[in-house]
């Protein structure tokens, strides 16, 4: 089975960001297109990391090294929360 992925034009079309904002989420590492044919092309995981970003940098007025930094941040509490949850039920697994 194929990956979805998107185009520049099909991922602002479909994240509702105008490709400017897109061009400067890669500037500050905040999305991480790949290159294929000297396009940039993005997978759809990058669609709610896109819209996670700009609902930071609007409703929270962050800069995009702000941004950067809290969904960096954000994402590995929610790994660490997972590798929590895994261990609380081994626990649990091996006290029963």
Not at 2 to 18: H, N, Q, R
Request: charged share 30%.
């Amino acid at each position: 089975m194929s990956e979805l992925v998107y185009t520049l034009i099909e991922f602002c079309s479909v994240a509702k960001v105008d490709e400017q904002r897109v061009t400067e989420f890669v500037e500050h590492g905040i999305l991480e297109p790949r290159l294929r044919q000297d396009q940039w092309i993005f997978p759809s995981e990058a669609l709610s990391r896109c819209q996670r970003a700009e609902r930071m940098r609007q409703d929270l007025q962050l800069d995009l090294h702000g941004v950067a930094l809290a969904l960096e941040l954000t994402e590995r509490n929610q790994k660490l929360r997972q590798r929590i949850d895994y261990l609380e039920q081994l626990i649990d697994r091996l006290r029963h």
